[in-house]
């Protein structure tokens, strides 16, 4: 099974209302999804729906979200459009669908795209305890330059890594 970026460009009601169901789903972010929207109309930040490929192009069946954020004017070493850096945010698989080797291949789609339009590095923010999900992206090379950060996340007190990968 393949998958697909749908990019997100004008949200229209139905988009919107997808992305807050998916992030539902994983349990966090759903009230960050119109920040997310008005910070893409201003072109700082790119979201995508994960599709899978499917015979009936007509009916997609979305699966995920990740987005690519352009530029974090208080985060720079995470996101800065004059040093062509970006931070991948926001995957989401959902939970029938994980195992399958899916989220490596919307990070490796997201990746293609960055490197497109001349993103040279792309930063992420990950969980310290997930060593399952950092074991992955370092397998897709990106590699750890951080210490520990305390979360800024709303209602979550552990510590995050971030990593990086140049394109």
């Known amino acids: 099974m393949g998958i697909q970026l749908h990019e997100i460009v004008n949200a229209a009601p139905d988009e ?13 972010d759903a009230e960050s999804v119109p920040a997310w929207i008005a910070s893409a ?7 995508f729906f ?10 997609p069946h979305i699966i995920g979200m990740i987005s690519l954020v352009l530029d974090l004017p208080l985060e720079k070493h995470m ?20 195992g399958k080797g899916l989220g490596e291949q919307t990070v490796l789609h997201t990746e293609k795209y960055a490197r497109e339009r001349g993103i040279q590095e792309l930063t ?8 399952k999900l ?3 992206y370092k397998k897709l090379g990106y590699t750890q330059f951080t210490d520990l950060i305390p979360s800024t996340w709303p209602g979550w007190d552990g510590t995050t890594i971030g990593m990086r990968k140049f394109l």
């Open 50 to 59: 994960v599709i899978t490929d499917s015979e009936d192009v007509s009916k």
């Open 79 to 98: 996101a800065d459009k004059s040093m062509f850096r970006s931070e991948l945010q926001s995957l989401f698989i959902s939970s029938t669908f994980r």
């Open 16 to 28: 919107v209302a997808t992305l807050v169901r998916l992030r539902q789903e994983c349990g966090w």
């Open 134 to 136: 950092i074991k992955t």
């Open 124 to 131: 992420l923010h990950v969980w310290s305890g997930n060593k």
């Open 41 to 47: 109309q201003a072109g700082d930040r790119v979201n």
